[in-house]
């Protein structure tokens, strides 16, 4: 499905099921973890999604309620195949990982005590966060770098990883300024300088 072509309704479909089931079974760490795989899958392999299109994505899927992954899988299948494709790709992301928890919820009682286990958990919680540190830092080039956003993010960071505050207020708050700070001001600017 490069940009070009039009692969009919079932190939779109079926590329859907295999990229998003893949990414159900192979991510672990939570949505976050699962972004920089996104942009590495879709953007740069695939040419699905530009960047910009991509983290757009994101940010609604972020801005919206439900797990970031399931919520971007769903807009990158609508945005391909239409509603139903935004169906395919949510059930195929979220299938492998109900599958592990019902075969693993079995088996939980009798292996949550192992070492071998609890240390293999440990090395998937250190990968975890280097895709998360890897996400981040792949979404904040696509920031523009302004004391504006330093200011903002600085705010954000500080409230809510150090004092603790709900993080929805900053999502609301972030799109307050990115509609006044690049929205509304600009237009006024515009006006002011068109003034006689």
């Known amino acids: 499905m490069r940009p070009g072509q039009t692969p009919s309704l079932a190939k779109r479909l079926l590329a859907l099921t295999l990229t998003f089931g893949k990414f159900g079974g192979i991510t672990f760490g939570g949505g976050y973890a699962i972004v920089a795989l996104l942009e590495d899958e879709l953007v740069r392999k695939k040419g699905w999604l530009t960047q910009d299109e991509l983290f757009n994505i994101i940010t609604i899927g972020e801005s919206t309620p439900g797990p970031i992954a399931v919520n971007t899988a769903t807009f990158v299948g609508y945005r391909l195949a239409g509603v139903l494709g935004g169906?395919?790709?949510?059930?195929?992301?979220?299938?492998?990982?109900?599958?592990?928890?019902?075969?693993?919820?079995?088996?939980?009682?009798?292996?949550?005590?192992?070492?071998?286990?609890?240390?293999?958990?440990?090395?998937?919680?250190?990968?975890?966060?280097?895709?998360?540190?890897?996400?981040?830092?792949?979404?904040?080039?696509?920031?523009?770098?302004?004391?504006?956003?330093?200011?903002?993010?600085?705010?954000?960071?500080?409230?809510?990883?150090?004092?603790?505050?709900?993080?929805?207020?900053?999502?609301?708050?972030?799109?307050?300024?990115?509609?006044?700070?690049?929205?509304?001001?600009?237009?006024?600017?515009?006006?002011?300088?068109?003034?006689?």
């Open 87 to 196: 169906v395919v790709a949510t059930a195929a992301l979220v299938f492998p990982a109900w599958l592990v928890i019902v075969i693993v919820s079995g088996f939980y009682l009798q292996f949550r005590e192992n070492t071998w286990v609890a240390a293999a958990l440990a090395g998937i919680r250190v990968a975890a966060i280097v895709l998360i540190a890897r996400a981040f830092i792949r979404m904040g080039q696509g920031v523009p770098r302004n004391a504006a956003n330093a200011i903002a993010g600085a705010l954000a960071f500080v409230s809510v990883a150090l004092l603790g505050l709900n993080a929805l207020w900053f999502v609301v708050g972030g799109l307050l300024f990115g509609v006044l700070w690049y929205g509304v001001r600009p237009r006024l600017a515009a006006r002011g300088g068109a003034g006689p």
